[in-house]
C-alpha cells in the first residue's frame, strides 16, 4: 500500500521507528527478563503483560517499516489548477469559507484543515478546479462545498 507523507512527517516517523527498535526493545526485553526470574510464568500477571507489550512493539515496529518503505513524499504544490494531494485550497460551505490541505492518511487532522486524500470529503476534492461544487457524504449528513482558491 502506498503511503502519502511530507517530508517532516517521514523523518518523525523514522524516529519513532529508531526508539522502538532501540530504546522500547530494550525496555520491554528487560521486563520480560525481571518478570521470569519471578518464577511461573503460567500464573505471572507482568510476564503476560510484558509478552503483550512486547507484541505491540513488534507489531508496531513491522507497520512503521512498512510506511517507511512504502512511502511517497508529497510536495506542496502551488499553483496548480486542480486539487492534488498536498495542495491548500480554500472552499466555502454556507457561505463560510475553510481552509484545508490534502494530506495522506498518517498525517490527517480534519480539526486543523488536513484531510486525508482517502477521506470521503478528501477525495471528493481530488481533481477539482476553482468553482466546482462538490458534495460530501459525511456521518451527520451531506455536506455542499464550492471552491474558491487554490492555492
Same mark, same amino acid.
Request: hydrophobic share 30%; net charge negative.
Given at each position: 500500500?502506498?503511503?502519502?507523507?511530507? /517530508?517532516?512527517?517521514? %523523518?518523525?516517523? *523514522?524516529?519513532?521507528?529508531?526508539?522502538?527498535?532501540? /530504546?522500547?526493545?530494550?525496555?520491554?526485553?528487560?521486563?520480560? #527478563?525481571? /518478570? #521470569?526470574?519471578? +518464577?511461573?510464568?503460567?500464573?505471572?500477571?507482568?510476564?503476560?503483560?510484558?509478552?503483550?507489550?512486547?507484541? =505491540?512493539?513488534?507489531?508496531?515496529?513491522?507497520?512503521?517499516?512498512? !510506511?517507511?518503505?512504502?512511502? %511517497?513524499?508529497?510536495?506542496?504544490?502551488?499553483?496548480?489548477?486542480?486539487?492534488?494531494? +498536498?495542495?491548500? =485550497?480554500? /472552499?466555502?460551505?454556507?457561505?463560510?469559507?475553510?481552509?484545508?490541505?490534502?494530506?495522506? +492518511?498518517?498525517?490527517? *487532522?480534519?480539526?486543523?484543515?488536513?484531510?486525508?486524500?482517502?477521506?470521503?470529503?478528501?477525495?471528493? =476534492?481530488?481533481? *477539482? *478546479?476553482? +468553482?466546482?461544487? !462538490?458534495?460530501?457524504?459525511?456521518?451527520?449528513?451531506?455536506?455542499?462545498?464550492?471552491?474558491?482558491?487554490?492555492?
Amino acid at each position: 500500500m502506498q503511503h502519502y507523507l511530507t /517530508a517532516k512527517k517521514l %523523518e518523525e516517523l *523514522k524516529a519513532e521507528l529508531e526508539h522502538y527498535r532501540g /530504546a522500547k526493545r530494550m525496555d520491554v526485553a528487560e521486563r520480560l #527478563k525481571r /518478570a #521470569k526470574e519471578l +518464577g511461573d510464568l503460567s500464573e505471572n500477571s507482568e510476564y503476560m503483560e510484558a509478552r503483550n507489550e512486547q507484541q =505491540f512493539v513488534e507489531m508496531h515496529i513491522s507497520e512503521l517499516e512498512d !510506511i517507511v518503505k512504502n512511502c %511517497e513524499i508529497i510536495t506542496m504544490t502551488h499553483g496548480t489548477k486542480t486539487v492534488e494531494i +498536498g495542495t491548500t =485550497f480554500i /472552499a466555502e460551505k454556507n457561505g463560510t469559507p475553510y481552509t484545508y490541505t490534502i494530506v495522506g +492518511g498518517n498525517e490527517s *487532522k480534519p480539526s486543523e484543515g488536513l484531510i486525508s486524500n482517502e477521506s470521503p470529503m478528501g477525495s471528493a =476534492f481530488l481533481g *477539482k *478546479k476553482v +468553482g466546482d461544487a !462538490i458534495t460530501v457524504k459525511t456521518p451527520v449528513g451531506e455536506s455542499k462545498f464550492k471552491i474558491t482558491t487554490i492555492k
